[in-house]
């Protein structure tokens, strides 16, 4: 059992930054890849980023491809979502997961093996 925790969300103006972070409990997590889902209300949860085990790929959603960054510190057991030129729709409740080992590139929300427990965006206009 892998326990996932995010920080680092909070409330920003439009045109802002934030960085969210994903601690993991074991260091299994180093093997893994790990990805970002978001959810906003009354929306079903939908993929925004994900990245491999060593760093060297990364996948992102459309809507945010060129303004976030998702990347990994192993060391730390520490994965990273760079959020920069946030928009109001941006706003929803960020979640750090563990894809499946069998699971599609990117990821869907039935691939996930492990999730945290969220932490909420919330952007201004």
């Known amino acids: 059992q892998v326990q996932l925790v995010e920080s680092g969300g909070g409330l920003v103006q439009a045109g802002g930054s934030l960085r969210l972070s994903c601690a993991a409990s074991?260091?299994?997590?180093?093997?893994?890849?790990v990805a970002w889902f978001r959810q906003a209300p009354g929306k079903e949860r939908e993929f925004v980023a994900v990245?491999?085990?060593?760093?060297?790929?990364?996948k992102y959603a459309d809507s945010v491809r060129g303004r976030f960054t998702i990347s990994r510190d192993n060391a730390k057991n520490t994965v990273y979502l760079q959020m920069n030129s946030l928009k109001p729709e941006d706003t929803a409740v960020y979640y750090c997961?563990?894809?499946?080992?069998?699971?599609?590139?990117?990821?869907?929300?039935?691939?996930?093996?492990?999730w945290g427990q969220g932490t909420q965006v919330t952007v201004s206009s």
């Open positions: 997961a563990v894809p499946s080992y069998r699971s599609m590139w990117p990821p869907s929300r039935d691939g996930i093996d492990f």
């Open positions: 074991d260091r299994s997590f180093t093997n893994s890849r």
């Open positions: 990245i491999t085990w060593n760093g060297i790929s990364t």
